[in-house]
């Protein structure tokens, strides 16, 4: 493959509840769900880039991310899963789907998020990792990311391959994809059937009429348990039947079909062997067990990014997703600059307040993205950090040039950057090691890439370091 696998499109959070029902609610001839545990994944286009990335690919996934706890959760959730992620800006909430499960059976589901909010304007380096893409695969779930202008211009220009899996409540597809890939209520809804006609008859209908509508090149119409009905240009279907039994949770088989077929067309297969080997995948997917056994669970909670804090004073109210949320709404809402920088400080001193202050000064508002305890202790050793994350979190929110503290628990602040989107990531001079370009060296630069960020680096005070500092107090000790 020649650039990446890009998925395109609208990512939800799923979070599947389990629990037993022992009783009725007294109040309601209902059932009570006692909860026993609760899991989060990426929905959508980010439960697809995931499956790709699980296939060893490299994936860029583009797609819009609200400021609010559930974005900052699938922040870190696909960055976790290997997903590089391309964030847009979108107003509004993140839209979730809740499962209520018992024994494995779906008792009710519960969506959330409200009406979806406009997706902003890609960067231009959203623009040109699409341009370089091995193939793109569009994960429309009728929430806007698919309509959005430029995204489509750059769909339409691209040379790489496009599998187009579309939504009813979503836009045609760009004319000149390579595959279409509907279920069969989904051709239902967007095709008008042939009265009396048989299953496969009224899927080879819509098919064909989606193609010639969409100027697709090709529509494979997914038969659940059956297969899929793949047609081209001439007058005969060709149906790829799955190739044993595929009982089972069939919860994302369709975006691990779009997902399998987008890696095929990726490696150079023809349109007929993607199609056949994302049936073999998707059935495979359902006979084992489904999205469960696919994913690792991943219980909801785990991130520090959707970890409750409990405020113990006022400068707590500044720590954590929900002050962070509340500080880039109102901060954009005004059209101002966005300013972060991060670190483990350890021991807050000189050296760091002067980084802060000059951080201040390049923007409207300062976020601090802060390591916890267990990424500081997996970066220095076991004996760090020297204070707690709720301790050192406190120290900095207490400065006035900190308008709020995030705390994260991966090696690199990627994950919480995806999120924030600050328009300037800055880091002390320190940071560099001997003249040139002293941004090459920083990691985050990349990631500012994908959503036109800058990085800067400010001058740092001489002889201040924590490590330094601890080993002068322990010398001190020992005299």
Same mark, same amino acid.
């Given at each position: 493959?020649?650039?990446?696998?890009?998925?395109?499109?609208d990512?939800?959070?799923?979070?599947?509840?389990?629990?037993?029902?022992?009783?009725?609610?007294?109040?309601?001839p209902?059932? *009570? +769900?006692?909860?026993?545990? &609760?899991? @989060?994944?990426? =929905?959508?286009?980010?439960? !697809?880039?995931?499956? $790709? /990335?699980?296939?060893?690919?490299?994936? *860029? +996934?583009?797609?819009?991310? &609200?400021? @609010?706890a559930g =974005?900052?959760?699938?922040? !870190?959730l696909?960055? $976790? /899963?290997?997903?590089?992620v391309?964030?847009?800006?979108?107003?509004?909430?993140?839209?979730?789907?809740?499962?209520?499960?018992?024994?494995g059976?779906?008792?009710?589901?519960h969506?959330?998020?409200g009406?979806?909010?406009?997706?902003?304007?890609p960067?231009?380096?959203?623009?040109?990792?699409?341009?370089?893409?091995?193939?793109?695969?569009?994960?429309?779930?009728g929430?806007?990311?698919?309509?959005?202008?430029?995204?489509?211009?750059?769909?339409?220009?691209t040379?790489?391959?496009?599998?187009?899996?579309p939504?009813?409540?979503?836009?045609?597809?760009?004319?000149?994809?390579?595959?279409?890939?509907?279920?069969e209520?989904?051709?239902?809804e967007?095709?008008?059937?042939?009265?009396?006609?048989?299953?496969?008859?009224?899927?080879?209908?819509g098919?064909?009429?989606?193609?010639?509508?969409?100027?697709?090149?090709?529509?494979?119409?997914?038969?659940?348990g059956?297969?899929?009905?793949?047609?081209?240009?001439?007058?005969?279907?060709?149906?790829?039947?799955?190739?044993?039994?595929?009982?089972?949770?069939?919860?994302?088989?369709g975006?691990?079909?779009?997902?399998?077929?987008?890696?095929?067309?990726?490696?150079?297969?023809?349109?007929?062997?993607?199609?056949?080997?994302?049936?073999?995948?998707?059935?495979?997917?359902?006979?084992g067990?489904?999205?469960?056994?696919?994913?690792?669970?991943?219980?909801?909670?785990?991130?520090?990014?959707?970890?409750?804090?409990?405020?113990?004073?006022?400068?707590?109210?500044?720590?954590?997703?929900?002050?962070?949320?509340?500080?880039?709404?109102?901060?954009?809402?005004?059209?101002?600059?966005?300013?972060?920088?991060g670190?483990?400080?350890?021991?807050?001193?000189?050296?760091?307040?002067?980084?802060?202050?000059?951080?201040?000064?390049?923007?409207?508002?300062?976020?601090?993205?802060?390591?916890?305890?267990?990424?500081?202790?997996?970066?220095?050793?076991?004996?760090?950090?020297?204070?707690?994350?709720?301790?050192?979190?406190?120290?900095?929110?207490?400065?006035?040039?900190?308008?709020?503290?995030?705390?994260?628990?991966?090696?690199?602040?990627?994950?919480?950057?995806?999120?924030?989107?600050?328009?300037?990531?800055?880091?002390?001079?320190?940071?560099?090691?001997?003249?040139?370009?002293?941004?090459?060296?920083?990691?985050?630069?990349?990631?500012?890439?994908?959503?036109?960020?800058?990085?800067?680096?400010?001058?740092?005070?001489?002889?201040?370091?924590?490590?330094?500092?601890?080993?002068?107090?322990?010398?001190?000790?020992t005299?």
């Amino acid at each position: 493959m020649r650039g990446p696998v890009v998925v395109l499109g609208d990512t939800l959070l799923d979070r599947d509840v389990e629990g037993v029902v022992n009783r009725l609610c007294p109040d309601s001839p209902v059932p *009570v +769900l006692d909860e026993t545990a &609760a899991a @989060d994944r990426p =929905g959508g286009a980010g439960l !697809a880039a995931v499956f $790709a /990335a699980t296939q060893g690919a490299e994936v *860029v +996934l583009v797609t819009a991310l &609200a400021d @609010d706890a559930g =974005g900052a959760r699938l922040s !870190a959730l696909l960055t $976790a /899963a290997g997903v590089q992620v391309y964030p847009l800006a979108l107003a509004g909430a993140t839209p979730e789907k809740v499962r209520l499960r018992a024994r494995g059976r779906v008792l009710l589901r519960h969506d959330r998020g409200g009406t979806s909010g406009a997706p902003g304007q890609p960067s231009d380096e959203v623009l040109r990792v699409i341009a370089g893409a091995s193939a793109v695969l569009v994960s429309d779930y009728g929430r806007g990311v698919a309509r959005q202008p430029a995204l489509r211009d750059a769909l339409a220009a691209t040379r790489a391959p496009v599998v187009w899996d579309p939504h009813p409540r979503g836009p045609a597809a760009v004319p000149g994809v390579h595959l279409v890939t509907p279920n069969e209520s989904e051709v239902r809804e967007l095709v008008p059937a042939l009265s009396g006609a048989s299953r496969l008859a009224t899927a080879s209908h819509g098919a064909q009429a989606l193609r010639r509508r969409w100027r697709a090149g090709a529509v494979a119409v997914t038969l659940g348990g059956d297969g899929a009905l793949l047609c081209h240009a001439g007058s005969t279907p060709l149906v790829v039947p799955t190739p044993g039994s595929a009982e089972g949770d069939t919860c994302g088989a369709g975006d691990r079909f779009a997902a399998a077929a987008s890696l095929a067309l990726a490696q150079g297969a023809l349109v007929s062997e993607a199609v056949q080997a994302a049936v073999a995948e998707a059935s495979a997917y359902v006979a084992g067990g489904g999205v469960a056994a696919a994913l690792p669970p991943t219980r909801a909670g785990d991130t520090p990014q959707s970890r409750p804090r409990t405020p113990t004073s006022a400068v707590a109210d500044r720590v954590g997703v929900a002050a962070v949320a509340t500080l880039l709404g109102e901060v954009r809402a005004t059209g101002g600059t966005v300013v972060a920088t991060g670190g483990c400080f350890d021991l807050l001193h000189a050296g760091h307040v002067a980084t802060l202050e000059a951080a201040r000064q390049l923007g409207d508002c300062l976020i601090v993205c802060l390591n916890s305890d267990a990424s500081v202790a997996g970066l220095k050793g076991p004996d760090r950090p020297v204070q707690s994350e709720d301790d050192r979190s406190r120290l900095l929110a207490a400065l006035s040039c900190v308008d709020a503290v995030l705390v994260f628990d991966e090696p690199t602040p990627a994950a919480a950057l995806s999120w924030v989107r600050p328009d300037v990531w800055v880091k002390g001079g320190d940071y560099a090691t001997g003249g040139g370009d002293a941004t090459a060296a920083l990691p985050e630069a990349e990631v500012l890439r994908r959503w036109g960020g800058n990085t800067v680096v400010v001058p740092y005070l001489d002889g201040r370091s924590t490590t330094d500092l601890i080993v002068r107090t322990l010398a001190e000790r020992t005299r």
